[in-house]
């Protein structure tokens, strides 16, 4: 049904192979360069710049045109602008989600669609579709699900959560049943050894290989505060701000022996608290407050004839992970009682470290589900006016 395919072409070894797979299947490809950053490390050179070589090389040897696309604003205005307004919001961001969401499955998929008129788009995530790899079983009456693919570890569902199900129905993943190691494999098989052997960008492509403090203090102002023990309400060290930090973080603070963890941040005072000991309470949380969820499926929660009877709910049973290399832990999902646009998370036990700003991706055995972006996370039994009285300890201890 599908013969011409606009396949996002990156520099790396899984986007060639991807795009060598559509050939070899008998598609019409023309590859795609999405050029979204343009800083120069500490030594002077742009790595998109070698990307694009790199890309080059591929669309030359495997024959295909390649054309390229400037995202540099719109990724700054999308992706970067929100990332620096959550950290400074004591948020922690997931630049990779939003880049899917707002970038390739959205920019690029309308650009490949509506001026490129293709038939559908291609990348070389690690996914699969409840269509196939080749979308071979495209029926456009059937609803889409994005799949686990083979690769277990290489998994990049997660990442895909965020994107919007109508664009899912016209994206191919080639690699969904492919291994890495095969995918390096052929590679070198296929004369792209140069790929094979290309070091994997890992963490936020913008950092690169900077240190993280060093990189953000170009874009947020310190703004010095307190580390205050959450147990004892003393300061026990300071801090140049609370976006220099995240949950679950380790605090090696010089005056204390013990070692110390971000447990929570308090943007209104700009005080971090923390605690002692790696698997502290405090930083074990097992109930979750997050934004409406972007459904890949039919909404699991949606009740026909809910608005004419307010008691009734429905629940979700699922997985959930906050952390993509995480292990799937089992929950409950459903409606806020006090904000029908929210829901409520509560895992079957608790979690290290849920943070503000991550998103919650939610799995059945094998299909991903969707996700939410995480609010705030508690302890179910915990003793909320207890923690209410340390924030006003420090207050006084600020003011004294």
């Known amino acids: 049904m599908f013969r011409n395919i606009v396949i996002g072409i990156s520099g790396g070894v899984d986007s060639a192979i991807s795009a060598l797979l559509l050939k070899q299947r008998g598609y019409n490809v023309l590859g795609v360069f999405m050029k979204n950053w343009d800083e120069f490390d500490e030594l002077g050179a742009c790595s998109g710049e070698q ?18 696309v400037n995202y540099v604003k719109d990724y700054w205005n999308s992706v970067f602008s929100s990332f620096l307004d959550d950290y400074q919001n004591g948020l922690t961001p997931n630049p990779d989600i939003l880049c899917n969401k707002y970038i390739k499955f959205d920019l690029f ?26 979308l071979e079983q495209y029926n456009a009456n059937d609803g889409v699900h994005l799949l686990i693919p083979c690769d277990k570890f290489k998994d990049q569902t997660f990442f895909l959560s965020g994107i919007q199900r109508h664009a899912l129905s016209r994206t191919m993943f080639p690699l969904g049943d492919s291994l890495k190691s095969d995918v390096k494999a052929l590679a070198i098989k296929c004369g792209l050894a140069r790929l094979a ?20 203090k170009e874009y947020i102002h310190p703004r010095p ?5 959450i147990d004892t309400g003393q300061i026990v060290g300071t801090h140049n701000g609370i976006h220099e930090w995240t949950i679950g973080q380790r605090c090696r603070l010089a005056s204390c022996l013990r070692p110390y963890f971000v447990a929570q941040k308090d943007v209104a005072s700009n005080t971090i608290y923390v605690a002692s000991g790696h698997e502290h309470p405090a930083l074990l949380n097992d109930v979750i407050c997050a934004s409406a969820p972007n459904w890949l499926c039919d909404d699991p929660l949606n009740v026909v004839g809910e608005a004419a009877n307010a008691s009734v709910t429905r629940e979700l049973r699922c997985r959930f992970r906050f952390q993509h290399t995480k292990p799937l832990v089992d ?14 998370i509560t895992l ?31 302890r179910g039994e915990r003793d909320v006016a207890q923690l209410a009285e340390l924030h006003v300890k420090t207050e006084l201890l600020e003011h004294s």
Do not use: M
């Open 225 to 229: 505060g307190h580390f205050v023990d």
């Open 348 to 378: 079957d036990k608790p979690l290290r470290a849920l943070t503000p700003g991550q998103y919650a991706v939610f799995y059945s055995e094998t299909v991903c589900l969707g996700s939410a972006r995480i609010i705030s996370a508690w």
């Open 197 to 216: 052997r290309k070091k994997e960008s890992t963490g936020i492509c913008f950092v690169g290989n900077r240190d993280f403090k060093e990189f953000i």
């Open 109 to 134: 998929y309308k650009y490949a669609r509506e001026q490129l008129k293709c038939d559908a788009i291609a990348t070389g995530h690690y996914a699969k579709t409840s269509f196939g790899n080749f």
């Open 331 to 344: 929950c409950v999902v459903k409606k806020c009682a006090n904000n029908k646009a929210r829901v409520t």
């Open 51 to 68: 990307d694009y070589r790199d890309a080059e090389y591929t669309c030359q040897k495997l024959g295909i045109e390649l054309r390229v």
